[in-house]
C-alpha cells in the first residue's frame, strides 16, 4: 500500500509539474505535438504519415 501512495504522489506531482504554464499563465496551452506545428521539422519536410494516407 505504501508503494501505491508513494507512485500517486509522484504522478500527481509530475502532472502539477508539467501543466505549470496551463495553471498558472494566462491562456496558457499545452504545446502541440503535432508535427506540422513543429518549426524543425517543417524545415526537414517531414509530413504526418496521416496526411500522406490520406491524400492517397
Known sequence: ???????????TL???L???KVF???GG???SGHVHD???LRDKNV??????E???
Do not use: E, H, N
Request: proline content about 6%; overall charge positive; some cysteine.
Open 14 to 16: 509530475a502532472v502539477l
Open 24 to 26: 498558472f499563465v494566462k
Open 1 to 11: 500500500m505504501r508503494i501505491v501512495v508513494i507512485s500517486v504522489i509522484f504522478v
Open 38 to 40: 513543429v518549426p524543425a
Open 54 to 56: 490520406k491524400k492517397k
Open 18 to 20: 508539467l501543466g505549470v
Open 29 to 31: 496551452r499545452f504545446p
Open 47 to 52: 509530413t504526418c504519415a496521416l496526411r500522406d
